[in-house]
C-alpha cells in the first residue's frame, strides 16, 4: 500500500466523519425551515381569505346551478359507496378472524399513529393477512424445487414476520409521535397564553389554533381539530379533552387537558396557570435536551474513535511505517 492508497483512505474516512457530524445540523435546518414555509403559508391563506367573497361575488349566480346538479350527484355516490363500504367493513372487522388480527392494542396503536375508523382498522387488517401470505407463497415456490421441509419452514419464518412487521412499524410510529408531542406541547401552550390574554375563550383559542397553525402542530393538530368535530356534533369539551390525554402515554399532556376542562366547566383566570405550566415545560424540556447532549457525546465519542483516530494514526505513523517498510526492503536485498 503506497503513500497515496493512505491519504485517499484517510481523506474518506474523514469525510466519513464530518457527514457523520453534520446530520444534526442538517436536521435543525430542515426543521427551522419548515416552520417558516408553514407560517409563510397561514399568511397567504389569510390574505387570500380576505380577497376571495371580492372576486366571487361577480360569478357565484352564473355557476350556482352547475354546482348544484353536480354537488348532488357525488353526495348521493359517495353516500351509498361509503355504507356498503362500512358495512363490509364493520361485519369483517366483527368476525372471529378479524377480532384475531386487529385487537383492542393494534386499534389503540392505529388511533395513536393518527388512523381512526372502521375503514383504517380493515385496511390493517387486510394488509396484514394478505402480504404475510403472499410473501410466504413466494419464499415456499423458491425454496420448493431443493426441499419440501426448507420451504415449509422458510415459509413459516416469512409469514410470522410478516404478521408482526405491521405492529412493530405501528409501535415505532407511536413512539415517534409521542416524541413529536412532547415537543409540541410547549407551542401549544405558548399559542394558549397568547390568545387567552386577548380575551378569547377556550374553544376560541381552539379553534383558531386549528385553522391558522394546524399544520405547525404536527401531532396536535389533527388531534384538536378531531376534538373540535367532535364538541360540534355535540360532545362536552371535558369529554373531547380527555379523549386526547387518555390516547397518549403523556403525564404532560394529561395535565393541560385537565386544566383546561376544569376552566372550561366553572371559569376563572387561566394565563397565569398556563404560564407556569409552560415554564415548567421547557425547564423539563431543558433537562431532556441535556439528557440527549450527554448520550450524543458518549455516541460521537465511540464515532470519533472509529472515524478519526484511523485518520491521525495514518497521517502521523503512515509516512514513518513506509520508511521502515522501505529500510527492510534495502536491508534484505543488500543481504542477498
Same mark, same amino acid.
Not at 470519533?304 to 527492510?328: D, E, K, N, Q, S
Given at each position: 500500500? $503506497?503513500?497515496?492508497?493512505?491519504?485517499?483512505?484517510? !481523506?474518506?474516512?474523514?469525510?466519513?466523519?464530518?457527514?457523520?457530524?453534520? =446530520?444534526?445540523? %442538517?436536521?435543525?435546518?430542515?426543521?427551522?425551515?419548515?416552520?417558516?414555509?408553514?407560517?409563510?403559508?397561514? @399568511?397567504?391563506?389569510?390574505?387570500?381569505?380576505?380577497?376571495?367573497?371580492?372576486?366571487?361575488?361577480?360569478?357565484?349566480?352564473?355557476?350556482?346551478?352547475?354546482?348544484?346538479?353536480?354537488?348532488?350527484? &357525488?353526495?348521493?355516490?359517495?353516500?351509498?359507496?361509503? #355504507?356498503?363500504?362500512?358495512?363490509? $367493513?364493520?361485519?369483517?372487522?366483527?368476525? /372471529?378472524?378479524?377480532?384475531?388480527?386487529?385487537?383492542?392494542?393494534?386499534?389503540?396503536?392505529?388511533? #395513536?399513529?393518527?388512523?381512526?375508523? $372502521?375503514?383504517?382498522? &380493515?385496511?390493517?387488517?387486510?394488509?396484514?393477512?394478505? *402480504?404475510?401470505?403472499?410473501?410466504?407463497?413466494?419464499?415456499?415456490?423458491?425454496?420448493? /424445487?431443493?426441499? =419440501?421441509?426448507?420451504? !415449509?419452514?422458510? &415459509?413459516?419464518?416469512?409469514?410470522?414476520?410478516?404478521? =408482526?412487521?405491521?405492529?412493530?412499524? !405501528?409501535?415505532?410510529?407511536?413512539?415517534?409521535?409521542?416524541?413529536?408531542?412532547?415537543?409540541?406541547?410547549?407551542? @401549544?401552550?405558548?399559542?394558549?397564553? *397568547?390568545?387567552?390574554?386577548?380575551?378569547?375563550?377556550?374553544?376560541?383559542?381552539? #379553534?383558531?389554533?386549528?385553522?391558522?397553525?394546524?399544520?405547525?402542530?404536527?401531532?396536535?393538530?389533527?388531534? =384538536?381539530?378531531?376534538?373540535?368535530?367532535?364538541?360540534?356534533?355535540?360532545?362536552?369539551?371535558?369529554?373531547? !379533552?380527555?379523549?386526547?390525554?387518555?390516547?397518549?402515554?403523556?403525564?404532560?399532556?394529561?395535565?393541560?387537558?385537565?386544566?383546561?376542562?376544569?376552566? $372550561?366547566?366553572?371559569?376563572?383566570?387561566?394565563?397565569?396557570?398556563?404560564? #407556569?405550566?409552560?415554564?415548567?415545560?421547557?425547564?423539563?424540556?431543558?433537562?431532556?435536551?441535556?439528557?440527549?447532549?450527554?448520550?450524543?457525546?458518549?455516541?460521537?465519542?465511540?464515532?470519533? %474513535?472509529?472515524?478519526?483516530?484511523? %485518520?491521525? *494514526?495514518?497521517?502521523?505513523?503512515?509516512?514513518?511505517?513506509?520508511? %521502515?517498510?522501505?529500510?527492510?526492503?534495502?536491508?534484505?536485498?543488500?543481504?542477498?
Amino acid at each position: 500500500m $503506497d503513500s497515496t492508497t493512505l491519504i485517499s483512505l484517510s !481523506l474518506c474516512v474523514a469525510a466519513v466523519g464530518l457527514a457523520a457530524l453534520a =446530520l444534526p445540523l %442538517v436536521g435543525q435546518w430542515r426543521q427551522r425551515h419548515r416552520a417558516e414555509r408553514t407560517i409563510d403559508a397561514a @399568511l397567504s391563506r389569510q390574505a387570500a381569505a380576505a380577497t376571495a367573497p371580492a372576486r366571487g361575488a361577480a360569478s357565484a349566480p352564473a355557476n350556482a346551478a352547475a354546482a348544484q346538479v353536480q354537488s348532488a350527484g &357525488a353526495r348521493i355516490g359517495a353516500r351509498l359507496g361509503g #355504507q356498503l363500504s362500512k358495512r363490509f $367493513d364493520q361485519r369483517w372487522l366483527a368476525s /372471529p378472524l378479524g377480532k384475531t388480527v386487529v385487537t383492542a392494542e393494534e386499534e389503540r396503536l392505529l388511533e #395513536q399513529c393518527g388512523f381512526y375508523g $372502521d375503514k383504517a382498522r &380493515a385496511v390493517f387488517g387486510g394488509l396484514r393477512l394478505s *402480504l404475510p401470505a403472499a410473501l410466504a407463497a413466494a419464499v415456499f415456490a423458491g425454496h420448493l /424445487p431443493a426441499s =419440501l421441509m426448507a420451504a !415449509l419452514f422458510w &415459509a413459516f419464518a416469512t409469514f410470522a414476520l410478516g404478521f =408482526l412487521a405491521p405492529k412493530w412499524m !405501528l409501535r415505532r410510529r407511536a413512539q415517534s409521535r409521542l416524541r413529536r408531542l412532547e415537543d409540541e406541547l410547549p407551542v @401549544l401552550v405558548d399559542m394558549l397564553r *397568547l390568545l387567552q390574554g386577548v380575551g378569547l375563550s377556550i374553544d376560541q383559542s381552539l #379553534q383558531i389554533i386549528v385553522a391558522e397553525f394546524g399544520s405547525m402542530l404536527r401531532v396536535l393538530g389533527p388531534e =384538536l381539530t378531531r376534538a373540535n368535530q367532535q364538541f360540534a356534533s355535540g360532545r362536552s369539551r371535558e369529554q373531547t !379533552l380527555q379523549r386526547i390525554g387518555r390516547l397518549f402515554d403523556s403525564e404532560d399532556l394529561r395535565s393541560l387537558t385537565t386544566m383546561l376542562s376544569q376552566v $372550561d366547566r366553572f371559569g376563572g383566570a387561566v394565563q397565569e396557570p398556563l404560564r #407556569q405550566f409552560g415554564l415548567r415545560l421547557q425547564e423539563g424540556r431543558k433537562s431532556r435536551m441535556k439528557e440527549q447532549v450527554g448520550k450524543l457525546t458518549v455516541k460521537m465519542t465511540a464515532v470519533m %474513535v472509529v472515524t478519526m483516530l484511523p %485518520v491521525l *494514526l495514518i497521517i502521523t505513523a503512515g509516512p514513518g511505517f513506509l520508511g %521502515v517498510m522501505r529500510m527492510l526492503s534495502h536491508m534484505s536485498g543488500g543481504l542477498k
